[in-house]
Every structure is written in C-alpha cells, then in structure tokens.
C-alpha cells in the first residue's frame, strides 16, 4: 500500500513551458486535492475532486488544470509556467469527503519542489 | 466565512518542556479541526482531530487538544517537548455545512526544540 505518490520530486521549468505534475493513490479514496505551499501562507488548495469526472476549482486556480478520469488519479496540468508557480505542490486524497461529512483526514503526498526561471 | 487564524508562526521550546502551539478558527457551521504536522521535506501527516465528539483530542506522540467553542479555540499542547518534535504544525477547519469539504488551513507555527 503505497498511499500518495507524487512524481516528479523535483523540477525545473522555464516560463511558459508546460508541465504535468503526476498524483496517483491505491486507497480507493474518491476525494483528491492539490495544493500548493508557499512560505508564510500555509497550503492554498488548486483543484480538488470528489470522484471521477468531478473536478471543481479551489482557492488559487488560475494556470492549472486538472482531470479525474480514474479514481487513482489526479495529474496537474500547468499550461504554461510562470515564475509566481515556483512553489512546492502537494496532492492529498481522502475516504469521501461527502459521506463522512467532512471529518475524514487527508493523506498527502512528499510533494514536487517546482521552480520557473 | 471560514478562517484559522495561527497566533504565533515561530515557538521555541527547551526539551522536556511543555509545547503550546495556538489556533483560533471560526466557521459558520459546526466545524471538524485538525492539526497536521509537517518534517522537512515531507507531505504532512495528522495528529489528531476533533469531529464533535469528546472536547480533548489525543493524538500521536502524545499531543493533544482542546476545542473550546466558546473561545473558538483548538489549542495544541504537548506535557514534554522532544527533539523529534521540531517541525511545522498546521491547524485546519473543515465546514461540515458544505457537501464539497473545503478545508482551511492556518499559514503554520514552525517549533524548534533546543536541547
């Protein structure tokens, strides 16, 4: 039972290159977010999910895109890097945020130390 | 409107110890709290959580909290600082009166322990 994987570790974009950050979970969780985490502000959700086919924005979505077509997985997709990206993302998954009425703890990944120059 | 409030972003305690770490939420509904907690380098990992149950919480490593609803306080505490506890703590609040679970996390306390 691996829990969340999150590839690459590290990376190094120039601006306007794009990229796919990977997530993938083998806990059969129907909820999966990303977040990024950037000094003094804690962790500001992106995109989250609810189950497959369901995707919803979060707090600071602007530049990224998600998809769910499986349950394991929830690549995010950073159409076109700019410096204000840099920042280390975070996916995290849990249970089913609706069933349990929202008091299911999340697991997260090791996350990916990203930085545009 | 949701929001934690962290009160103090760095906490410096002396081994065997106690650690304080403070956090103000407030919700619109009646909430479910958390703290993680985050090593260098590392994804964040729970250490305990509230969800409307018993008002102190136990969590690993022997932190626990105290959801006070009258001070809209989660405060963490641990009896006995060890070294292995350095690390950064983050407080969050789920709205359980959303069906989509947004949660809201605090911009985090950072502890050093000195020996």
């Known amino acids: 039972n691996a829990g969340v994987t999150q590839t690459p570790k590290f990376q190094v974009l120039k601006t306007g290159q794009s990229m796919t950050l990977q997530c993938a979970q083998d806990m059969n969780h129907e909820y999966m977010s990303w977040y990024r985490q950037d000094p003094g502000m804690g962790l500001r959700l992106i995109h989250y999910s609810v189950g497959a086919g369901i995707t919803d924005q979060g707090e600071v979505p602007n530049g990224y895109n998600v998809s769910r077509s499986t349950t394991e997985d929830f690549p995010l997709r950073l159409l076109s890097a700019a410096p204000s990206q840099t920042s280390v993302y975070f996916c995290?998954?849990?249970?089913?945020?609706?069933?349990?009425?929202?008091?299911?703890?999340?697991?997260f990944g090791n996350g990916t130390r990203l930085t545009v120059t | 409107a949701q929001s934690v409030t962290q009160l103090d972003s760095h906490v410096s305690v002396s081994e065997g110890t106690p650690v304080l770490l403070r956090c103000n939420y407030s919700s619109s509904y009646s909430p479910s709290l958390f703290w993680y907690v985050q090593h260098p380098n590392k994804g964040l990992q729970l250490l305990l959580k509230y969800t409307s149950a018993a008002t102190l919480v136990k969590g690993i490593n022997g932190f626990e909290a105290e959801f006070k609803k009258s001070e809209t306080s989660f405060h963490l505490t641990k009896p006995s600082a060890h070294m292995s506890d350095a690390a950064e703590y983050f407080c969050v609040v789920s709205d359980r009166g959303s069906t989509l679970g947004r949660l809201y996390f605090g911009r985090g306390t950072q502890l050093t322990v000195w020996p």
């Open positions: 995290a998954s849990s249970y089913s945020i609706i069933r349990q009425g929202l008091n299911s703890p999340l697991h």
